[in-house]
């Protein structure tokens, strides 16, 4: 038998330095599309991150700011299938309805919109829409949000 394997053939963990998050504030930088298989990496770590959160009974906030390519991820089924050329509706939407009942909170930037002719009748319910997704996370920076870049 493996020594680094225990009864089940898992191998052991030793965690070594716990990390325990009282409070904290996090900006996902959704502007490019990033896939493990089939799924968002960037929606994924969201989720993830809320269920860490509820877990550790952490304060703060998530938010996604949906911009540049990642945009039409936050579009309705009709508006998704015009933009995407398909039939089959907004895969996405569920992932970020789940988010939105976790209260993270989605945004999609205003520019982004403009540049694709979408208006707010074409979003997911819930998204909200930004000015603008770089002032946007300059501004999120300046209040101590930590941002990550999936």
């Not at 997704?133 to 930590?146: D, K, N, P, S, T």
Request: glycine share 8%; charged share 20%; hydrophobic share 40%.
């Amino acid at each position: 038998m493996n020594r680094n394997k225990d009864q089940e053939g898992e191998h052991k963990i030793v965690v070594e330095i716990p990390v325990v998050l009282e409070k904290a504030n996090v900006v996902f930088n959704m502007d490019h599309l990033a896939f493990a298989g089939d799924v968002p990496v960037g929606i994924n770590y969201m989720q993830l991150l809320a269920n860490r959160f509820r877990e550790m009974n952490t304060k703060g906030q998530i938010i996604g700011v949906f911009h540049g390519d990642a945009a039409y991820m936050t579009l309705n089924d009709e508006a998704y299938n015009g933009y995407r050329k398909t039939i089959t509706g907004n895969p996405y939407k569920g992932l970020l309805a789940e988010l939105l009942k976790q209260d993270v909170q989605i945004e999609v930037c205003a520019v982004s919109m403009k540049n694709h002719a979408w208006g707010n009748e074409e979003l997911l319910p819930g998204v909200k829409v930004n000015a603008g997704a770089v002032a946007r996370l300059i501004q999120l920076i300046q209040e101590g949000y930590i941002q990550i870049q999936p």
